[in-house]
């Protein structure tokens, strides 16, 4: 199967590859083999127009509340914070439940994290908010903005999931990827997904040096399965005026590029008006290797 996409390099070429797109031979789990995987063809972009001093130096001091998706935990920002505080802004990284301290906690709900995102930035008295969602973290402050419009300057998603009004997260993802991890989920015994590292490593961080990729995953814990199969209502966001970004980093392996689950502009379109900033980066290593290039991501996607 082959794909292509439009890019900022023009049109770039998708193609099925690997063990999970050929036999699984990465082992067995179960009835249910891992999702295909696709590999990125694109020549180099270069980060000179992120690097423009006189943008540095008109920067627009922002407050950003940064929330980080699946198999992660508030550390995914350290990099990324320390370098939006250089540049003048004020950050926070709230935990959730079910991750950070609390990650043996597998009964949290999507309902318990979004609202202790939402009761951080109450509890603060955070207000022109920039709310920024990673990953998973997307359908978080999806429903935290319904807790909290009056206090958000602008949310952002990157490479986040927009989910749609009555669907779960699962409902989102391609049916095999879904069905591989409701088949991990069953297998770990207390309902948590844990992601092998040769999938781990192909679709979060495909651009990452394999010490750097095991690194990563070092510090990876198991996922409470519970907050990818709940239904969430999201009428109350789709109704919001608030002005949204999105911030696509077009080397990202997670969802399939070009087919109806992508990031942008299938996800993306759901937001209706909304600004669209592109990077060169794949789901998680340049959070924590190049981190300068994704505050520079997201102070584009922030500002006026």
């Not at 590029?257 to 340049?286: C, K």
């Amino acid at each position: 199967m082959t794909f292509y996409l439009s890019s900022p390099n023009g049109a770039t070429h998708y193609a099925s590859y690997g063990p999970y797109g050929r036999d699984g031979s990465y082992g067995s789990y179960g009835s249910v083999q891992p999702p295909a995987t696709f590999y990125y063809v694109t020549p180099a972009t270069q980060w000179g127009a992120h690097n423009d001093p006189g943008m540095r130096q008109k920067a627009q001091p922002l407050t950003f509340v940064l929330v980080h998706g699946s198999w992660a935990d508030a550390g995914f920002w350290d990099g990324v914070a320390a370098e939006l505080r250089k540049q003048g802004h004020t950050v926070y990284a709230p935990e959730y439940p079910g991750h950070g301290a609390d990650y043996k906690n597998t009964t949290a709900t999507h309902a318990m994290m979004s609202k202790a995102v939402a009761d951080y930035i109450q509890n603060h008295d955070l207000r022109d908010v920039v709310l920024v969602g990673h990953s998973f973290g997307g359908s978080v402050v999806q429903k935290a903005a319904e807790y909290v419009p009056d206090r958000l300057k602008r949310i952002v998603f990157i490479d986040g999931f927009v989910v749609k009004d009555g669907n779960s997260l699962a409902d989102e993802l391609p049916p095999q990827t879904a069905a591989f991890f409701g088949e991990l989920a069953k297998q770990s015994g207390n309902g948590t997904v844990m992601l092998p590292f040769p999938f781990f490593r192909d679709a979060f961080l495909n651009l990452a040096p394999l010490d750097v990729a095991q690194k990563i995953y070092a510090g990876v814990k198991p996922e409470p399965g519970g907050p990818f199969t709940e239904k969430l209502d999201l009428k109350k966001f789709y109704a919001l005026q608030t002005p949204k970004s999105y911030v696509y980093l077009y080397q990202d392996n997670v969802l399939p590029q070009g087919e109806n689950y992508s990031w942008h502009p299938h996800m993306s379109s759901r937001l209706g008006q909304f600004r669209l900033i592109v990077g060169d980066a794949d789901h998680m290593t340049y959070f924590k290797t190049e981190p300068k290039k994704i505050a520079e991501l997201l102070y584009m996607a922030g500002r006026d």
